[in-house]
């Protein structure tokens, strides 16, 4: 069962745009996100998180939305740039059930073209 | 400050051998957490260390087994490998408390023969 899904497995934007990653969780309890980024050979990387108090968290070209009612994120690339190409994953976890855990999506394929 | 380290980066086993991988998470971080990562498969959660202690365990078989040393360095072991073992293994750190974020190593690339 997978409660935190990416079901677009590859993305391609023009260098400059915007790029727009989606992200769906099923779990209600989940109240924090993260997004992480992945180049090949190395492990991933944090990019931005956003607390379930939140709808929105900016930081520099990067932008989180969240949709509660809807159990869904987003994370906007705006300008899109050439380095950014790489995968770009969600993860989520329920900070209230002592779990400390997250559950990541497959991941999102982003490739920014020049 | 020093990064996670994962030892060894790559690794070539053969079917039925068992392995042990390492992980050596920043200083002062408590919580270790590993992840299997398979194409198509996302990163998938295999089990968390906090203080010597597995706190928590995802679904995977009981061939997949941890420890976590007094000074935070955490190993994995996989007995009786599979073909369908072959993965990168990734390994977090934190601080261990809830909505503390990861810092990831670069992981340990097992490939079963």
């Known amino acids: 069962d997978q409660q935190v899904k990416q079901n677009s497995p590859s993305l391609s934007v023009q260098e400059g745009r915007i790029s727009i990653l989606n992200c769906d969780y099923t779990n209600s309890m989940f109240d924090y996100f993260l997004w992480y980024k992945k180049y090949p050979a190395e492990g991933p990387t944090f990019l931005i998180s956003?607390?379930?108090?939140?709808d929105k968290n900016e930081d520099g070209r990067f932008t989180v939305f969240l949709n509660k009612s809807a159990k869904h994120l987003s994370l906007h690339i705006v300008p899109s740039q050439p380095g950014d190409s790489a995968v770009y994953f969600c993860a989520a976890s329920a900070s209230n059930s002592g779990t400390y855990k997250y559950i990541f999506g497959t991941g999102t394929r982003l490739k920014v073209l020049a | 400050k020093a990064g996670v380290t994962q030892t060894p980066r790559y690794l070539i086993k053969t079917r039925g051998q068992q392995v042990t991988l390492s992980c050596s998470p920043i200083?002062?971080?408590?919580?270790v957490s590993w992840y299997q990562q398979t194409p198509g498969q996302g990163l998938q959660f295999l089990f968390e260390?906090?203080?010597?202690?597995?706190?928590n365990k995802g679904n995977f078989p009981g061939r997949f087994s941890g420890r976590q040393f007094s000074n935070s360095r955490s190993e994995m072991n996989v007995s009786t490998l599979e073909l369908g073992d072959s993965a990168l293994y990734l390994c977090a750190s934190s601080l261990g408390a809830a909505n503390n974020g990861y810092t990831f190593g670069s992981g340990t690339r097992l490939t079963v023969v």
């Open positions: 956003i607390s379930s108090i939140k």
């Open positions: 200083s002062g971080h408590r919580s």
């Open positions: 260390y906090f203080s010597e202690t597995q706190r």
